[in-house]
């Protein structure tokens, strides 16, 4: 089978390609990213790319709160899709009228609240608020589990501690994956993989954690005697399991033009962890993977349970629901994309214009002449609050001292650091824990670069890379794969799947590390966590 990821150039036979379209034999992945709406169609069999559309969004920072509205959740949805139709329309001289199985994922956390008449109460409250630190931590200390501040029940229980009146009417509140979901079908459900970023799971049940929802209860009783958690959660499905099936309704506010059929079975909503696991083959024990894009995050499958209580893990759930330590840093290329920018309009003013990936491939090479220490310049990459940093806000800075090494090359090592610094912050901690790791798989568009991002991030974490195929594809594609899974579930488990039909024959390029760059970095951390009074001091004034 499959080279997972071709591109739709090379997607196999066009008149195979035609009929399968028409048949239906096909699959559906969306994923509503941080900057990008992706929708990835692939082939039922090969799994090969075979369409895809994109609709690029911003969040807004809007009351002092990081939000998307629900009108451009809808409309950028609706614009992926068409730009989907478009490109198969292209491609193959036709348009999909149905699918084999159509898969949702988004963003994790955050918090979507709704009342009895499925009205949004308040404007969606996206994982980048930092708003949640009491909350957070009265949480953590209760359950005796990390709840972070971005996580679903932080949301809730601030709202109840900052008694804000929409608390008493809230009759479900669910994550955007869960949403969208839930439109389509009408179904309010939930993957595990996301619903363990709302509220801990016992993995014994692959379920909610029936205690420590009676702890939740217990802890509201006095300031919202009628709010019970479980009545306002929705219901989890682990990978395999169907989830519904597309609605007339969903199939016009998917497509308004009319031409998409109701009728496709869902699979469970995931986040994007979750398809990252899957577009990384990284579902079983001792496997992990690193997804960068507006954040940054590294997922390791346990073997055991965590020892002890760590601020800066996560305990959350594969797809399949094994359970899961992620480091989740809220910063991630979003930055290093503005430098970019910045050179990229550089080069159209003196004359001699370079598109945006011309410009990053010129910028990652010139890394890799830098000092291994990045030649003493530091670069804070914090847009937003970083909890592993203990920062409440973010303020993005570049340092120097007067004795550094101020070159382009220094420069942008420095840049692509300061991507990975907070994360080898988390992941240092696990590896105190004994967390054991046979590879680290990477992915994520600055991995598109071949031996640059991949390289620095081996020395950060002091581990093999690998990169496949699949690296700039991200999670609609992973979507799709777990959607594609639905019809294979009965026949194998979700690892056993991933590794011999999905990514049987697919190639990976893993990079160990270089002693230099784990020197390098080692030095370049150690003055980043100083540094990091710089970057405290520039919030308390700026």
């Known amino acids: ?51 895809v559309g994109s609709h690029d969004w911003e969040n807004e920072f809007v009351g002092r709160s990081w939000t998307y509205s629900i009108d451009d959740v809808w409309s950028g949805v609706q614009n992926a899709y068409a730009g989907l139709i478009a490109d198969a329309s292209r491609r193959y001289g036709v348009q999909p009228e149905t699918f084999g199985a159509i898969g949702v994922s988004a963003m994790m956390h955050g918090y979507l609240a709704f009342d009895a008449d499925d009205e949004l109460l308040v404007p969606f409250r996206t994982w980048r608020n930092t708003t949640t630190e009491r909350s957070a931590a009265e949480l953590s200390e209760l359950f005796g589990v990390n709840i972070p501040l971005r996580w679903s029940v932080a949301h809730l229980y601030q709202a109840v501690l900052d008694n804000e009146p929409h608390v008493p009417e809230v009759r479900f509140f669910t994550t955007l994956a869960g949403y969208v979901h839930w439109r389509l079908t009408g179904r309010k459900v939930i993957g595990i993989g996301d619903a363990s970023g709302m509220f801990p799971i016992d993995s014994a049940t692959n379920d909610y954690d029936s205690e420590l929802l009676g702890r939740f209860d217990g802890l509201v009783a006095d300031q919202a005697p009628d709010l019970k958690l479980a009545d306002l959660l929705p219901e989890v499905l682990v990978a395999g399991q169907p989830a519904g099936q597309l609605t007339a309704a969903g199939a016009a506010l998917l497509d308004p033009s009319g031409g998409l059929r109701p009728g496709t079975v869902l699979c469970p909503p995931e986040g994007d962890a979750g398809t990252g696991m899957v577009a990384t083959c990284s579902v079983a024990p001792r496997t992990g993977n690193v997804s960068a894009g507006t954040s940054i995050f590294a997922m390791v499958v346990l073997e055991r349970p965590l020892e002890r209580v760590h601020h800066e893990l996560d ?117 105190d824990e004994g967390a054991a790791l046979d590879r680290m798989f990477a992915h994520g568009g600055m991995f598109r670069t071949a031996g640059v991002a991949q390289r620095f991030l081996a020395g950060a974490l002091d581990a093999p890379v690998a990169v496949g195929e699949t690296a700039s594809e991200g999670g609609a594609w992973g979507i799709a794969v777990l959607a594609s899974y639905l019809s294979r579930a009965s026949d194998s488990d979700l690892d056993t799947y991933l590794r011999e039909r999905v990514f049987g024959d697919a190639e990976f390029q893993t990079v160990e590390p270089h002693a230099e760059d784990v020197d390098g970095f080692a030095a370049y951390l150690e003055r980043y966590r100083a540094g990091l009074a710089v970057e405290r001091a520039a919030v308390d004034v700026l």
Not at 359 to 383: I, K, P, Q, S, T
């Open 1 to 51: 089978m499959s080279n997972s990821a071709r591109d739709v150039e090379s997607a196999g036979d066009g008149d195979a390609v035609r009929n399968a379209i028409l048949a239906g034999r096909t699959t559906l992945g969306i994923e509503l990213g941080s900057t990008r709406i992706k929708a990835c169609l692939i082939g039922d069999e090969s799994m090969d790319v075979l369409a």
């Open 315 to 431: 305990l959350v759930t594969t797809p399949a629901g094994d359970p899961v330590a992620m480091v989740h840093c809220n910063n991630g290329a979003s930055e290093l994309a503005a430098w970019v920018g910045m050179f990229s309009r550089f080069s159209a003013a003196a004359g001699t214009p370079l598109d945006s990936d011309a410009v990053f491939r010129a910028l990652f090479g010139e890394a890799l002449a830098g000092d291994a220490d990045a030649g003493g310049l530091l670069a804070y990459n914090h847009l937003a609050g970083e909890p592993i940093a203990g920062l409440a806000e973010g303020r993005p800075l570049f340092v120097r001292t007067p004795d550094s090494r101020l070159t382009l090359a220094n420069f942008m090592r420095a840049q692509l650091y300061g991507v990975f610094a907070t994360l080898s912050i988390g992941m240092r901690v696990l590896a």
